[in-house]
């Protein structure tokens, strides 16, 4: 159980192009999900916090017309980066939070992004 | 300010060896405390966690954790490490309440030697 999928894992683009980041809770409804991103041998860093059917909340330095974030169901989260530059390349892992255990998240498998 | 250090960046260890990681929080209430193990390119994958109560916690593939509050501490143990442990291992606390944003610290890498 708790099983959180992402779409796609791999993803190659031209600099100036959007890209959408799929996030799915595949047998439980997320009522949270969440997006980090990780740099090369680097912990994780929140983005941003979303709730279904509310907008997002970004951490402080993120750019919210950059990192675009939908949580339009239960199941569903969207991360789309607008004009993707090369330094926007990174590894971008998102997680989901279920109303039975709402301490805990559980973590899709991660999408690389490389901008050229 | 709520942090998590991991003192470890790199730890080398012979299979079947223990095994010990060290995480460190500080936060003002009682945390939620987790631990989350990534291999390359992967996401992460949770290992165990405390909320309350037993302060010795059980998790998947053998690990297990202990939580004292005098020390502010969370370390993982495995008493016989296998090759396919090799990984990075994040602590991470829970902060927020019911919010559950979590604060990682920046990692352990663990390397297995055959």
């Known amino acids: 159980g708790a099983v959180v999928s992402q779409h796609p894992s791999w993803v190659i683009c031209k600099s100036g192009t959007s890209v959408k980041i799929e996030c799915r809770s595949l047998d439980f409804q997320a009522t949270t999900m969440f997006w980090y991103r990780q740099f090369p041998k680097q912990s994780l860093m929140l983005m941003a916090t979303s709730n279904e059917g509310s907008k997002a909340t970004y951490e402080q330095g993120v750019e919210k017309d950059k990192f675009l974030i939908n949580h339009a169901s239960l199941t569903l989260s969207t991360l789309t980066v607008t004009s993707a530059h090369p330094e926007d390349s990174s590894f971008y892992i998102c997680s989901a939070r279920g109303l039975a255990n709402q301490e805990t998240q559980y973590f899709g498998p991660g999408t690389r992004l490389l901008v050229l | ?114």
């Open chain 2, 1 to 114: 300010a709520q942090s998590v250090t991991q003192p470890d960046i790199h730890i080398t260890v012979s299979e079947g060896a223990s095994l010990e990681l060290r995480c460190n929080y500080s936060y003002g209430a009682t945390p939620y405390l987790f631990w989350y193990v990534q291999s390359p390119g992967q996401g992460l994958q949770l290992l165990l966690k405390y909320f309350s109560g037993d302060t010795l916690v059980q998790g998947i593939k053998g690990f297990e954790a202990e939580f004292k509050r005098s020390q502010s501490s969370f370390n993982l143990r495995k008493p016989s490490v296998h090759w396919s442990d090799a990984a990075e291992y994040f602590c991470a606390v829970g902060v927020g309440g019911s919010q559950g944003n979590l604060i990682f610290g920046k990692g352990t890498k663990l390397s297995v030697k055959p």
